[in-house]
């Protein structure tokens, strides 16, 4: 029994770490971070090429990026070597070695000017660099022509990491009153159920140990169905917390507050939902409501 080589990058990431197990069924998982002992560093482009080469993949599932929003503002080149860049080179590097290539992208390559969910097709515009050098890595990959998903997923959470979930529960400890944005409108996605429908959307595109979307290749959205607003996501986290006993009765109290009074250095988008329509019929595959999906990310957390 072969099974598919996949070079993961990203070993620590929210969804690189549960990609970790997802994907374990699909074959070898080689997983890179970019720690000294054998790791990938993106702003590297040489090492991103020779780790390619070195380990000959039949599929590279990319789950690593800049993701510091606000920083990008002041690293825009290293925002765009990073995810523009060294994507590029990974999707030539896996062209070269017969590999595939699954990448994630973001709500935030859209303006948010709507009031109906964002279809792949619609027209991007990003508001700040962030959004901008992950749309130049989208494009890298197209033009290099290497069979690939492109899932643009958003307002991503988990268990672990840097996230809207765990800041919140620490904060609701720690405060007495929390100040949410309640003027962005997105869907909450928990990592977990983005990583293992990346690994249906793999096997589903895997025949004798070989990647091959087909006419199934291109970009999808991939986020928890339904739609909120920071303020909303904070008040359910303060629900389910106090109904689990993870968060005490004493907790702070929240006031939803307009995006003009929490200025940040970039931009986001006022209204960011994907519709996951185009996911749904090629593949018969949707994530379940942001709601469910925070519930069941919660049940047993902490215990
Ligand atoms: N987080 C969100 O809300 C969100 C929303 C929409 C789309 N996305 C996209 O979803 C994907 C996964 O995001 P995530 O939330 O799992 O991100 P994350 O938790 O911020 O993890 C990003 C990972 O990338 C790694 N990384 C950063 N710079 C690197 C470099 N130069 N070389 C190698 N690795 C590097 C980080 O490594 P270190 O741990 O060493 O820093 C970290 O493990 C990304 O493509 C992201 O753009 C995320």
């Known amino acids: 029994m072969a ?3 996949i070079l993961l990058i990203g070993r620590e990431g929210q969804v690189a770490w549960e990609l970790r ?10 997983a890179r971070g970019r720690g000294p002992d054998g790791g990938v560093d993106l702003a590297d482009l040489d090492a991103v090429r020779a780790a390619v080469r070195a380990i000959q993949p039949g599929l590279i599932v990319n789950a690593a990026a800049y993701t510091a929003v606000d920083k990008a503002e002041q690293e825009r080149d290293l925002a765009f070597r990073i995810n523009g860049g060294a994507v590029g080179v990974l999707a030539q590097e896996a062209l070269a070695v017969g590999a595939g290539l699954v990448h994630y992208s973001t709500d935030y390559v859209f303006p948010g000017d709507r009031q109906r969910p964002y279809r792949e ?4 515009g990003p508001l700040g660099v962030y959004g901008q050098s992950k749309l130049a890595g989208e494009t890298a990959i197209r033009q290099a022509g290497v069979p ?3 899932l643009r997923t958003a307002w991503v959470y988990g268990r672990r990491g840097q996230n809207f979930l765990l800041t919140m529960l620490r904060l609701m400890r720690e405060r007495e ?8 409108h997105g869907a909450p996605t928990w990592s977990r159920l983005i990583a293992e429908a990346t690994a249906l959307l793999i096997a589903h595109s ?9 006419d199934k290749a291109g970009t999808y959205h991939l986020t928890c169905q339904g739609q ?4 909303g996501f904070a008040e359910k986290i303060r629900e389910l917390g106090l109904a689990s006993g993870l968060l005490p009765e004493a907790c702070a109290r929240l006031e939803p507050i307009p995006t003009s009074g929490y200025p940040t250095p970039a931009r986001r988008p006022e209204y960011s939902v994907l519709s996951n329509e185009k996911l749904f019929e090629a593949f018969d595959l949707a994530l ?3 709601e469910k999906a925070l519930r069941l990310c919660l049940d047993g957390f902490g215990h």
């Open 177 to 184: 009153v929390l100040r949410v944005v309640y003027d962005q």
């Open 21 to 30: 197990r997802s994907l374990a069924c699909l074959g070898e998982v080689i």
């Open 121 to 124: 097709d619609d027209a991007t």
């Open 148 to 150: 690939h998903l492109i």
């Open 228 to 231: 909120t607003t920071w303020y």
């Open 3 to 5: 099974g598919l080589k």
């Open 206 to 214: 895997t025949r004798n140990s070989q990647f091959d979307p087909g």
């Open 288 to 290: 379940p409501d942001w």
